[in-house]
């Protein structure tokens, strides 16, 4: 199962980017959705959960101001970042995990990242 990430940018603060994260490949289910970021020399974070029954958890240096979604029948998720910081900047990256049906047709598990979306927020 493959992510592709999209919708990283430059914005001033106090500005808004949308990103989007789409699973593709040859799946069966997911379970929960998630978006990560990593700032220059930080340990990646969790930033926001979605789970398959629409169970929605944040980061308290988020609450507030990004907002999690998934569209499943595109199996994709979005993350809507309001009120942006400069100490948002970092890379974003999408995770998913689920089940896959193999090419011979078995049921296996997976958790797959996309390859990340850098946001640049200038003060």
């Known amino acids: 199962v493959q992510l592709q990430a999209s919708g990283g940018g430059l914005v001033q603060a106090g500005g808004s980017l949308r990103l989007s994260c789409a699973a593709s490949g040859n799946i069966f289910s997911i379970n929960a959705m998630y978006w990560y970021r990593q700032a220059p020399e930080k340990q990646r974070e969790l930033v926001a959960t979605?789970?398959?029954?629409?169970?929605?958890n944040y980061a308290d240096s988020v609450k507030g101001r990004f907002t999690i979604s998934r569209d499943n029948a595109k199996n994709t998720v979005y993350l809507q970042m309001d009120s942006l910081k400069p100490e948002d900047t970092a890379v974003y990256y999408c995770?998913?995990?689920?089940?896959?049906?193999?090419?011979?047709?078995?049921?296996?598990?997976?958790?797959?990242w996309g390859q990340g979306t850098l946001v640049t927020v200038s003060s």
């Open positions: 995770n998913s995990d689920g089940i896959y049906r193999s090419s011979s047709g078995v049921l296996s598990p997976f958790d797959s």
């Open positions: 979605i789970t398959s029954g629409s169970r929605i």
